[in-house]
T-cell receptor
Framework: GQQVMQIPQYQHVQEGEDFTTYCNSSTTLSNIQWYKQRPGGHPVFLIQLVKSGEVKKQKRLTFQFGEAKKNSSLHITATQTTDVGTYFCAGPGGNNRKLIWGLGTSLAVNP | DSGVTQTPKHLITATGQRVTLRCSPRSGDLSVYWYQQSLDQGLQFLIQYYNGEERAKGNILERFSAQQFPDLHSELNLSSLELGDSALYFC??????????????FGSGTRLTVV
């Protein structure tokens, strides 16, 4: 079945370093969504990308959707301790009835 | 406050018991989704309702069932509970299907502990 893979599973960085997580789908996606879950919290919607090659920025976060619409990335510039959490990507299933979720990338930031 | 209300926040129960988790979606959202998240695990999709009708099923056990009522709130029933059912159960809602454009809004979850 359709799968969404995320790498890396875990990432440990020093505060101020950059961080990137990658999301790869086994099929072409009509859109991709990114969520952040803080430790002990619930997932929070960050953004949706729809167009091939789309790039969107939210302050220090840059989201990119691949040209083939099968992969995406989230890049954080100069990480801060407030960036700690798990970042999930998700895309619509082939039957358009549900989102297929990646397993997430857990980010730890050392102050 | 995300606008999605889940009750109770915590639940401790014994094996073999049955519990009901409740979710009120954000105002205006017609879709409700249930997810299970075990320790250090991703989000496991259980089931989705849209305007009272079941729309999609994930890996939901036969011991689990759900429904969405006319006022759009939803309940997830877990029966014959096992130790392995201990997890965080999230409800999410969205305006339409798949959270297009605005994504899913998650509640704060119900932490279920089966002892």
């Amino acid at each position: 079945g359709q799968q969404v893979m995320q790498i890396p599973q875990y990432q440990h960085v020093q505060e101020g370093e950059d961080f990137t997580t990658y999301c790869n789908s086994s099929t072409t996606l009509s859109n991709i969504q990114w969520y952040k879950q803080r430790p002990g919290g619930h997932p929070v919607f960050l953004i949706q990308l729809v167009k091939s090659g789309e790039v969107k920025k939210q302050k220090r976060l840059t989201f990119q959707f691949g040209e083939a619409k099968k992969n995406s990335s989230l890049h954080i510039t100069a990480t801060q301790t407030t960036d700690v959490g798990t970042y999930f990507c998700a895309g619509p299933g082939g039957n358009n009835r549900k989102l297929i979720w990646g397993l997430g990338t857990s980010l730890a930031v050392n102050p | 406050d995300s606008g999605v209300t889940q009750t109770p926040k915590h639940l401790i129960t014994a094996t073999g018991q049955r519990v009901t988790l409740r979710c009120s979606p954000r105002s205006g959202d017609l879709s409700v989704y249930w997810y299970q998240q075990s320790l250090d695990q991703g989000l496991q999709f259980l089931i989705q309702y849209y305007n009272g009708e079941e729309r999609a099923k994930g890996n939901i056990l036969e011991r689990f069932s759900a429904q969405q009522f006319p006022d759009l709130h939803s309940e997830l029933n877990l029966s014959s509970l096992e130790l392995g059912d201990s997890a965080l159960y999230f409800c999410a809602s969205s305006v339409g299907l798949q959270g297009h454009k605005y994504g899913y809004t998650f509640g704060s979850g119900t932490r279920l502990t089966v002892v």
